[in-house]
Each structure stands twice: as C-alpha cells, then as structure tokens.
C-alpha cells in the first residue's frame, strides 16, 4: 500500500481528500436542509419532530451520521494541514503591493477559503452544542404524537430562535458558508480533473445557484420563526 | 517622464533586505528593463552598487526578468514579460514598486534575482522524452490531430519564469509543473514515460516546498503566456491514473 499512502499524503491526493469531503459535505447539506424546512411546516413541529426521531434512531442513517462527522473532521484538519504547509511555501516576506486577479471563480472566497472554514467549524461546534448535544442529553421535553412520545425538537429550535443575537449569528454564519461554497464547489471539481470547457460553464452556474440557494434556504429558517413567534 | 521607483535591495541570500527609494528619468519608448539599465548606468555613474535583475533574451521568451511590478508579477499588462512591458503604459510621476518573485522555493540571490534551480530540478524529474539518436523521423510518420496538437502547443508556450508561483497566495507550482506534464501527454512521443513523469515531477515539485493548489485562479490571471489552470485539470487526471494505473510499483 505504500503507493496509496504516497498519493495520499502528495499535495495532490491532500487536494482529491478535500474535494471528496467537500463534495461529501455538499451533498449532506441538501438532505439537512429538506428536513429542517420542515420546521416551517406550521404544524406546531410534529412533522420535524418525528422526522428528528427518524433521522436519530434509524440505524442506517446512524451510520451514515458517523461517516459525516468523519468527513466533517477530516475535510477541517486536513485544510488546516494545507495551510500550514502554504503558508511555509509563500515564505516569511509578504509582498508590499499585491494586486490580487483571478481568472474564473471568486477571488475572496478563493484566497480565505482556510479562514472562511475556521468559521464555520466554530458555527458547527456551536450549532451541535445548541442542537444535537441537548437531543443526545435527553435534555428537551417531550411531546406525544399518537401514542408516540418524541422529543420536542421543534420547541428547542423555536426557543432558540426568540433570542435575535442567535437568529443573527445563524444568518451571518450562512454568509460565510455561502462564500465557502462559491469557491468550493466548482474547485471540487477541478481538483479532481474535472475541468473542459464542454461542461466546467454548467459546473460553475450551478455552483453558485447552490451556493446562494442553500445557504439561502437555512437562513430563512431562523427568520421565519423569530418573525412568527 | 519622471518616476519614483521603490525597489527592493537585498544584498544575498542571508541578508535582511528593504526598499530603498530612487528617482529615475525615462522615456515612453524604452521598455521596463532599458529604464532599469538607464537607472543603473545612473547608479553606476555615482559610484553606488546598481540594482541586480535577470535578463536574457529581452523577447519574451526566455523567461528570466521575473520581477513583481505593482504587486503583478510582470507587471500590469495581461500576457507580457517585464522585457515587453513599456514605459508608456505608465504615468508622469508615477511611483512604481518593484519587488522580487516571493516563495520559499525561489530564494532571493540578489535584489530583483531570485533563484529557480528549483524548476530546473523539477524539469530533471520527469519533463522530456526519453528518444533514441539517429536519423530523424519523417515529420508525417506521426499523425497528430489538429485540435491535439493546439493544446499541446498552448501548453508548450510556457517559458517556465515561474510568475505562477509569484501570483498564487499559495505560492504553488502547479501550473508550470501541469504545463509540462500537459504538453508532454498530449505528443505521442511524451506517452511513453506520461505516467512515470506525472509520478515524479509531482514528488519533485512537493520535495521543493511549493504550495498546494486551491483553484485561486491567480496563476492564470499572471501568466505572460496565458495558459489555462484546465491543464492544471489535465495535471491532476494524469496524477489520479498513473496513481492508481502505472506498472510502476511505488
């Protein structure tokens, strides 16, 4: 296996690692935003909350939820790791004047992709603290649907979701998520040498409608609830 | 015209350098490199150490007169070298920063002069084709398409300066080693050893010290010869296959 730990230690098999957990992370965030539209519902949570208790009892999803956080780590520290060794490859001297042209994504998103993900990380240590850790704790009250008692996810949510200082913290956090995803969608796909001009124009149009659809569709979650409360 | 030029002076490799401020006479007509030459021809005449720069060729083809112009390596003008820049795109007045190529794999030598032995080894990895001597082929004896043949020139054109590397925050090396590498693979010629190459000019490149590629784009946006980061794509498929398809063992 020695050419496999070649590859993957080679800064491009590093680079293939990030595009596959990103793409990964990509695809999980759709599934996360189908099922938290549901807090919309307008059904006082039980569509959310038998759907919470579907998402964290269903073995099969269980399993998938570890490959995620897997992948979640994995994608953060080896983009830390990257990094680092970037840095050490510009060396100690900055330039006085930098003009900073790209030719075909997002120079912003592009050049602070490391700190655009540091933010976000701190957005999800945060988010699975407010969430997922007081689900895991059994700290929620429940609620009875048909006989079935669930957690009442839907009133964690919509409690949080009174306090503005959060709504807003969610809000801004999409931003930054939005930027990552400008750049990160499309370079996905060119790490992993996707890239001809017959396809890489579709590639890129519908990076950014999902860059700014997705994080778009979260976003409204917090704002819907704090204005209906 | 007038002009205030900061220009970086380091006297070698170990020492601290700084920017150090001269006024400097120049006409429209002389490019970028005459008006350094008049500039130390100045420095020269009053006795005092004239400012260290590469050139060879002054054509735009050898790649040597790397310099960071206004923070864009080559300065502002799309696809042209130093040598080809002219003093009429500037202004009356005008302050111009010059400094040199940036990355730990470029070491500064001398004030403007960097080192790039380190694409000369990264060249000795993997970046030619293996022929045996003797008469040479009849030219048509090898049919390559049209559209084959465009790409594999585009990729060609690269003079290997390393502006690149200069661009990218990352300073990676990615489009100049993918340059090769695309050339090389796309020649019936180059086939022979494209696995093998992609394997070790990649290793070289990493062994270096350059940086990982983000897809910042900004190598293209520099590059004099302005070739596509799509070879950087072609770079990586060519790395992903003979990764995982080459006969070669390690």
């Known amino acids: ?229 | 015209m007038k002009l205030t030029l900061k220009i970086w002076r380091q006297k070698n490799a170990n020492t601290k350098g700084r920017f150090e401020t001269y006024q400097a006479e120049a006409s429209p007509d002389m490019s970028f490199l005459e008006m350094l030459d008049v500039l130390n021809e100045d420095l020269i005449s009053q006795k005092q150490e004239p400012v260290a720069f590469e050139h060879d060729c002054r054509e735009g083809i050898c790649g040597t007169c790397n310099m960071v112009i206004n923070g864009e390596p080559h300065g502002p003008m799309q696809g042209t070298t130093t040598c080809q820049l002219h003093m009429r795109h500037f202004n009356d007045g005008d302050t111009i920063v010059i400094e040199p190529f940036r990355a730990s794999a470029f070491p500064v030598i001398k004030d403007l002069a960097i080192d790039r032995d380190s694409f000369d080894r990264i060249i000795q990895a993997g970046g030619y084709v293996s022929i045996n001597t003797g008469q040479a082929q009849d030219g048509n004896a090898i049919p390559i398409e049209k559209e084959t043949a465009a790409e594999a020139f585009d990729a060609a054109s690269c003079i290997g300066c390393g502006a690149c590397v200069a661009a990218c925050p990352n300073a990676s090396a990615m489009l100049f080693v993918s340059a090769k590498v695309s050339h090389l693979a796309h020649m019936p010629q180059g086939k022979v050893e494209a696995k093998r190459r992609a394997q070790a000019m990649v290793n070289q490149m990493d062994e270096e010290g350059f940086g990982r590629c983000s897809n910042i784009t900004a190598c293209e946006a520099e590059c004099p010869k302005e070739i596509s980061v799509e070879h950087i794509a072609r770079l990586n498929r060519e790395y992903l296959s003979s990764s995982v398809g080459s006969q070669v063992k390690a």
């Not at chain 1, 060119?190 to 001009?197: D, I, S, V």
């Open chain 1, 1 to 229: 296996m020695n050419w496999f730990t070649n590859f993957l230690t080679s800064s491009i098999g590093q680079k293939v690692v990030m595009s596959l957990t990103g793409l990964f992370l990509i695809v999980f965030l759709v599934v996360h935003l189908t099922g938290n539209l549901q807090l919309l519902a307008g059904d006082g949570g039980k569509a959310f909350n038998l759907y919470a208790e579907f998402m964290t009892t269903n073995p099969l999803i269980k399993t998938v939820s570890y490959l995620l956080y897997a992948g979640i780590l994995l994608h953060a520290f080896q983009g830390w790791a990257i990094w680092r060794k970037n840095r050490k490859a510009r060396g100690p001297h900055r330039y006085a004047v930098k003009v900073n042209r790209v030719a075909g994504t997002n120079g912003f998103a592009a050049s602070n992709m490391a700190w655009l993900g540091t933010i976000i990380f701190v957005f999800i240590l945060i988010h699975l603290y407010q969430f997922w850790l007081q689900m895991k704790m059994g700290a929620i009250d429940m609620v009875t649907y048909d006989g079935k008692e669930v957690a009442d996810l839907h009133g964690l949510v919509a409690a949080t979701y009174e306090n503005l200082g959060f709504v807003i913290f969610y809000v801004v956090s999409m931003v930054v998520i939005a930027y990552h995803l400008l750049h990160g969608f499309q370079s996905a796909f060119q790490t992993l040498g996707l890239n001809h001009r017959k396809y890489t124009p579709f590639i890129k149009a519908v990076g950014k409608v999902y860059a700014i659809a997705v994080p778009l569709g979260f976003a409204i979650i917090p704002i819907i609830m704090y204005l209906s409360k």
